[in-house]
């Protein structure tokens, strides 16, 4: 059943430092996945996204990691920045045409950056 | 910066009374997707719809709620009857075309529904 009312598990970093998030996915069907950023009052945010023909894509500043045998999915922040505190989601999208792409959402992680 | 856009940003409602909750997709975007997000969890995902089409309504509760997305004009999540469970964010996305990894859904601000 769902869970109510959990708190968030905290990433706490200092600037300039890296960070690391981590996701276990659901479903070994997936072949999509995103990381979204979420701000305080705000919507997610794309930061990047990895098929799962792809076990590493590199964006600016972030590194998206793809273990489709343990159905684990990270997310490396180089040389983290106050502005990067926010909270961040994986989702991921089951394959195949019946499944209309919606995003199915982790959890999520806070991170939190210290100076 | 023509991102999705939702009204009202906020909404107070009584219970018992209905709530309309509005997306305007990013432009050239004909496919609209509606999440739900209680605190400290993530999105849920409830309805997408293309152009007055549902396609996928298999997150939405089955009585009270109900989505459209006509020809001309946003995107409507309506819910009747409201009752306290309800209070939440409700996120919409949208997308430009279903080619996965070349159009990932972008999300608007959402709108914070709160139930007295």
């Known amino acids: 059943g769902e869970s109510v009312g959990l708190h968030l598990p905290t990433l706490s970093v200092q600037e300039g430092d890296n960070s690391i998030i981590n996701c276990a996915y659901s479903?070994?069907?997936?072949?999509?996945f995103i990381w979204y950023k979420q701000e305080s009052g705000k919507g997610p945010q794309f930061i990047i996204d990895i098929r799962s023909n792809m076990d590493k894509r590199q964006g600016q500043r972030v590194t998206v990691l793809l273990n489709k045998t343990v159905k684990h999915l990270s997310l490396q922040i180089a040389a983290t920045q106050p502005g990067d505190s926010a909270v961040y989601f994986c989702?991921?999208?089951?394959?195949?045409?019946?499944?209309?792409?919606?995003?199915?959402f982790g959890t999520g992680t806070r991170l939190q950056v210290f100076p | 910066n023509a991102g999705v856009m939702q009204n009202p940003r906020h909404l107070v409602r009584r219970r018992g009374q209905e709530a309309r909750l509005r997306c305007s997709p990013m432009?050239?975007?004909?496919?609209v997707y509606w999440y739900r997000q209680l605190p400290e969890e993530g999105l849920k995902f409830m309805v997408y719809?293309?152009?007055?089409?549902?396609?996928?309504e298999s997150g939405m509760p089955k009585e009270r709620f109900s989505a459209e997305f006509p020809k001309e004009g946003p995107s409507i999540l309506r819910i009747q009857q409201v009752v306290r469970g309800d209070s939440a964010a409700y996120f919409c996305?949208?997308?430009?075309?279903?080619?996965?990894?070349?159009?990932?859904?972008?999300f608007g601000d959402g709108t914070r529904l709160s139930i007295l």
């Open positions: 432009k050239g975007h004909s496919h």
């Open positions: 479903n070994s069907a997936s072949d999509y």
């Open positions: 719809l293309q152009k007055e089409n549902i396609i996928d």
């Open positions: 989702a991921e999208t089951p394959a195949g045409v019946d499944t209309a792409d919606k995003l199915i």
């Open positions: 996305a949208s997308s430009r075309t279903r080619d996965r990894g070349v159009q990932p859904q972008h």
